[in-house]
Nanobody, 127 residues
Framework: VQLQASGGGLVQAGASLRLSCRGF???????IAWFRQAPGREREFVGG????????LYADSVKGRFTITRDNAENTVYLQMNSLKLEDTGIYYC??????????????????????WGQGTQVTVSS
């Protein structure tokens, strides 16, 4: 599957943004996660949604502010980001793991568990 992330931008603290991750391929058979990477820091898990029906998983740092939704008809996963903080700044990547992977497509917080990555979209939150 090929992934294309979009929707980033420059916003003030407290504002909202919605990122999109569009897939090209058998999208519904992949679990999709969002990661972000700030300058000088390791890529970190933000949240993800499984290929099976169920609630998304979120990092504690974004829980209650970010919401992930999935639209298989549009081959797109959305990351709605509200109440943005300065520390949310970074490049946001979407990643995919297939349901037939060794982990069964389980949403993982580990970068290495994902086989496909989008190109990233920059989110900058200013004061």
């Amino acid at each position: 599957v090929q992934l294309q992330a979009s929707g980033g931008g420059l916003v003030q603290a407290g504002a909202s943004l919605r990122l999109s991750c569009r897939g090209f391929g058998a999208f519904s058979t992949y679990s999709i996660a969002w990661f972000r990477q700030a300058p000088g820091r390791e890529r970190e898990f933000v949240g993800g949604v499984s290929w099976t029906p169920g609630s998304p998983l979120y990092a504690d740092s974004v829980k209650g502010r970010f919401t992930i939704t999935r639209d298989n008809a549009e081959n797109t996963v959305y990351l709605q980001m509200n109440s943005l903080k300065l520390e949310d700044t970074g490049i946001y990547y979407c990643a995919a793991v297939h349901r037939r992977s060794s982990t069964g497509g389980t949403i993982s917080r580990q970068v290495g568990e994902y086989d496909y990555w989008g190109q990233g979209t920059q989110v900058t939150v200013s004061s």
